[in-house]
C-alpha cells in the first residue's frame, strides 16, 4: 500500500520544537566580527561625506565600511535595459529612501555593532520625495536624474470594441496595499573565508544557488571559491529570493578583512529593508449582458515599484497573465506600467501578482452583481470556464492544465451552507441588527512554477546502507524533508527515517533553483520520484543477479531486497550498495525533472463575516475553502500551507498595510504599528480538499503554498463589502478597517 496521500508528521518538527534549529543566529563562529548597517533616516537625499570619527573610538568597534571600502559591483536591475537603476551595495552619494544601508559597522559584539552604527552619520542634503506611485509617474521628482520614474510599461492600446454587446459596465478602482511579508526570522547572513581560499556563505535565503550566482557575479569570484548554505530558515515568503545589498556587503567585507562576519538585523531595520509586496493600483472594467454573461474585461496597473526596479516591477505580468481568472471572457484587454518611489522596494510575497489578479476580477464580479441583481454565485455560475473545455489558453495567454471550476464553487456552498448563511443575512436586515451578516465569494486560479523551470534530485544508496536525498529545492517551512522521503519510501518500501534529505547547500548539491512561486513538489519532487524510481530499477536487477532470480520477483523493503516467496533470504542495503558499486553500477541516480510548462491550481473560498454598522468592527464568522492542488502528496502538509495562506490573505483584507508619510517617513515600521494578525482574530477554518491531477508532472502534483492567500483576501472583501451592500455602499478600498468601514457608513447617511 502507497504511503502517498496519507497525513504523515513532519520529520522536521521534534528537532525545531527541543531548539535544535540550525538557524543562522545559532552558528558558532571562532571570534567573528557583527555588523550592523547605518541607514538613511532620509526617504531621498543627497550626501558628499560620511563621518565615521565617533564610532571608530567606540568601544569594540573595529571598522566602518563605505561604498569607497568595499569591491563589488551592484545587483544588477530587474528590468532590461535600465542600468542606472543598479542597486549598489551601499549608497554612493544618493539615498532613495529611509532604510537604504550606506554603511557597515563591524565590531566585537553585537551591542557594540549597533552602538557604533548610531555614532555614524552623513551630511544629507535631503531631496523632493515621491511616495505615490500614479504621482510619480509626472516624473516631477526623478529618483534617478536624467531619466523617467517608469521602470516598465506594457504597450497594449485600447480596444474600442472591447465592450460591445454589453448591456451593463461596471468600473472601479482598487487598491492592493503595500505589505511587509514579516517573516518570523529576519534576515541574517555569516561569511567565513576559509584558509583555502574559498568563502563559505551562510544565510537566511530561499534559494541558495541564486544568492550564490548573484554573489560570484557581484563579487566577481570564481564559482569554485564561495559555498552558500541554507540551513533552518525561519520563513520568507518570496520575500527571501531577493538578494540583497546587505548580503553582497557581508561577504565582500569578510573577503576583505579575512575575518569571520555576522548579520542578523532586528525587527524594526528588517521592516524597512525586507522587501515589500503587493503595491498595486488597478483601474478596472468588466462588462456583460443583462442575463449575467460577461462580454469584456479591462485592466490597467500602476505598479509601485519601490527605489529600484527589483522583480516587483515586473509583478503585473503576472497579474495581466491571470487576469481572467476562472471565466469565460471573450476579450480581455490589459495594460500595466511599473513606477519608481521613495520607498522600500517591490518584490514576490506570497503569491507574488496572483493575488492582485484574483481580488481584481473577484471585486468586480460582485460589483456586477449587485448591478445586475443576480446572486452572486449564480453569476459566477454562469460565466465559471466548464469542465470540458480544458486544457485551453486563456485571452491573455495562460495555458490552463485541467480545472473542475463549478465543482469547486459547489463543494464550498454546501460545506459553508451558503443558502443558510443568506437566510440569516435576510433576517438581520429585516430587524436591521447592528450586526449585519456578509458573505463573500471568491473562485480562483492561479499559476505555480511560472515559466516550467526545472529542478535537480538526486538518490543516493550510501554503504553503511542509509538513503540519502539531494534536492535543488531549499525549504523554509514547507516539510520537504517529509515529503521527499515520502516519495523515496513509497519508490524503495523503506522507513521514513532510513532516508536524510540535504538541501541548501551549493557544495552537496550541484545545482538548484530554489523554493518560490509553489514549485517545489512538481519540480523537485517530481526529481527526486524520478530518481527513486530509477533507483528501484537498479536495485531490484542487482538483487536480482545476485540471487539469479527474475527481476519481477524480488521486492524492496527496509531490510532490503528478498525474493517473493523467501523473505527469509536477504541482502541488506549496505551491501546491495557495496555490490553494485563494485559492479560499476552504484545505486545512484541523478535526475533533472524539466516540465514543459505551468500547473494552475484553483480552488472556492467562502467568508462570512459580522459587520458592526455602528462601529464599523469586522468579526470573520466562518471561513471555508476548498483547494485543488492536483494530487495531494501529504494532506497534513498541504493544510499547513492553506491554513498559513488564509491567514496572511485575511490580514491582508483587514488589518495591514505599510503606510508612509507624504515626505516619505514610514509610519509603521514595528509590530506596534504595523498589525499582523494573531489566532484570536481567527475562526477555525473548514478546509477540504479536492484532487485534479495535472498531467504536467508524473506525480499529478500542483503548488499548494500560496493558494490559501489568493483565495481568501478577495473572499473577506467580498463579505464585508456584501454585508454593507444593503447600505447602498459598493466598494471600500483595503484594508476594511473600522475606521474606513465607518467613514463609509456615514458618508451614505
Not at 511579508?181 to 541564486?210: F, K, N, W
Not at 526596479?309 to 476579450?331: D, K, Q, V
Not at 460545506?415 to 448563511?421: R, S, T, V
Amino acid at each position: 500500500m502507497s504511503i502517498l496521500g496519507s497525513r504523515v508528521i513532519r520529520k522536521e518538527d521534534p528537532g525545531l520544537l527541543q531548539g535544535d534549529g540550525n538557524y543562522v543566529a545559532n552558528l558558532e563562529l571562532d571570534h567573528p566580527l557583527y555588523a550592523c548597517f547605518v541607514t538613511s533616516p532620509f526617504a531621498h537625499a543627497s550626501f558628499t561625506s560620511i563621518s565615521t570619527d565617533e564610532a571608530l573610538a567606540a568601544p569594540g568597534v573595529t571598522h566602518v565600511l563605505s561604498a569607497a571600502d568595499l569591491e563589488a559591483n551592484p545587483i544588477p536591475a530587474a528590468v532590461k535595459g535600465r542600468p542606472e537603476c543598479a542597486r549598489p551595495i551601499l549608497a554612493r552619494d544618493r539615498v532613495r529612501y529611509v532604510g537604504e544601508p550606506y554603511a557597515l559597522v563591524l565590531a566585537e559584539t553585537p551591542q557594540a555593532a549597533f552602538d557604533g552604527a548610531e555614532l555614524v552619520y552623513a551630511d544629507f542634503d535631503p531631496l523632493g520625495v515621491v511616495i505615490d506611485p500614479e504621482e510619480a509617474l509626472k516624473d516631477t521628482v526623478p529618483l534617478f536624474p536624467g531619466t523617467s520614474n517608469i521602470f516598465s510599461e506594457s504597450d497594449q492600446a485600447q480596444n474600442p470594441t472591447l465592450f460591445d454587446g454589453a448591456d451593463v459596465i461596471v468600473g472601479e478602482r482598487l487598491i492592493n496595499q503595500r505589505l511587509a511579508p514579516c517573516s518570523l526570522e529576519t534576515r541574517a547572513m555569516a561569511a567565513v573565508p576559509t584558509q583555502d581560499g574559498r568563502l563559505i556563505v551562510y544565510s537566511s535565503t530561499q534559494s541558495a544557488h541564486g544568492l550564490k550566482r548573484t554573489l560570484v557575479r557581484c563579487l566577481d569570484i570564481d564559482e569554485a571559491s564561495i559555498v552558500v548554505r541554507a540551513q533552518d530558515v525561519g520563513g520568507g515568503f518570496g520575500a527571501k529570493v531577493t538578494v540583497y545589498p546587505e548580503d553582497v556587503a557581508i561577504a565582500a567585507a569578510a573577503l576583505k578583512l579575512r575575518r569571520a562576519i555576522k548579520w542578523h538585523e532586528d525587527r524594526s531595520r528588517s521592516m524597512l529593508g525586507l522587501v515589500h509586496g503587493r503595491a498595486q493600483v488597478q483601474y478596472l472594467e468588466l462588462g456583460a449582458t443583462k442575463d449575467g454573461k460577461l462580454v469584456g474585461y479591462r485592466m490597467r496597473i500602476v505598479q509601485d515599484s519601490g527605489a529600484y526596479p527589483a522583480f516587483g516591477a515586473l509583478l503585473p505580468t503576472l497579474t495581466c497573465l491571470m487576469a481572467p481568472g476562472t471565466y469565460l471572457i471573450p476579450n480581455v484587454e490589459t495594460s500595466y506600467v511599473s513606477v519608481a518611489t521613495n520607498t522600500t522596494p517591490i518584490s514576490a510575497y506570497r503569491g507574488a501578482g496572483r493575488p492582485e489578479a484574483a481580488a481584481a476580477i473577484e471585486r468586480m464580479m460582485d460589483r456586477l452583481a449587485a448591478e445586475l441583481e443576480i446572486d452572486a454565485v449564480e453569476l459566477r455560475r454562469r460565466n465559471l470556464i466548464p469542465k470540458e473545455a480544458f486544457p485551453l489558453t486563456t485571452p491573455t495567454g495562460a495555458n490552463y492544465d485541467v480545472g473542475d471550476y463549478a465543482r469547486a464553487l459547489d463543494s464550498v456552498c454546501e460545506h459553508a451552507g451558503y443558502e443558510q448563511l443568506r437566510d440569516e443575512q435576510r433576517r438581520r436586515r429585516v430587524e436591521r441588527a447592528p450586526l449585519q451578516l456578509g458573505i463573500g465569494i471568491a473562485v480562483y486560479v492561479e499559476v505555480t512554477n511560472g515559466g516550467g523551470s526545472s529542478e535537480y534530485g538526486r538518490v543516493e544508496v550510501k554503504d553503511d546502507g542509509s538513503i540519502v536525498a539531494y534536492s535543488g529545492t531549499s525549504p523554509h517551512g514547507q516539510g520537504h524533508a517529509t515529503a521527499w522521503s515520502m516519495l523515496i519510501a513509497d519508490e524503495l518500501g523503506v522507513d521514513l527515517d532510513q532516508i536524510q534529505v540535504i538541501t541548501g547547500d551549493t557544495d552537496l548539491v550541484p545545482r538548484g533553483v530554489g523554493t518560490f512561486g509553489s514549485r517545489s513538489l512538481q519540480t523537485g519532487g517530481a526529481a527526486i520520484s524520478g530518481a527513486a524510481r530509477e533507483l528501484n530499477i537498479r536495485a531490484k536487477r542487482m538483487a536480482a543477479a545476485m540471487f539469479e532470480a527474475s527481476e519481477a520477483d524480488v521486492e524492496l523493503t527496509t531490510s532490503g531486497a528478498f525474493v517473493k516467496g523467501s523473505p527469509s533470504l536477504t541482502i541488506d542495503w549496505s551491501n546491495l550498495a557495496k555490490r553494485a558499486r563494485e559492479m560499476g553500477q552504484p545505486l545512484d541516480v541523478t535526475l533533472d525533472f524539466d516540465p514543459d510548462d505551468a500547473t494552475y491550481p484553483f480552488g472556492a473560498h467562502l467568508a462570512a463575516v459580522e459587520v458592526d454598522v455602528e462601529t464599523g468592527q469586522v468579526r470573520l464568522v466562518s471561513f471555508t475553502a476548498v483547494d485543488d492542488a492536483g494530487r495531494l502528496l501529504n494532506p497534513l502538509l498541504a493544510e499547513g500551507q492553506v491554513h498559513g495562506g488564509i491567514s496572511q490573505g485575511i490580514a491582508q483584507a483587514l488589518f495591514e498595510e505599510f503606510r508612509y508619510s507624504a515626505d516619505g517617513t514610514p509610519l509603521t515600521p514595528n509590530f506596534a504599528d504595523y498589525t499582523v494578525i494573531s489566532a484570536s482574530e481567527l475562526p477555525s477554518f473548514g478546509v477540504i480538499h479536492q484532487e485534479t491531477p495535472t498531467f504536467m508532472n508524473p506525480l499529478g502534483a500542483k503548488g499548494i503554498g500560496e493558494s490559501g492567500t489568493i483565495g481568501s483576501t478577495p473572499a473577506v472583501w467580498n463579505a464585508v463589502i456584501d454585508g454593507l451592500s444593503h447600505l447602498g455602499i459598493r466598494h471600500i478600498n483595503l484594508p476594511l478597517s473600522p475606521q474606513q468601514i465607518y467613514q463609509s457608513i456615514a458618508g451614505r447617511q
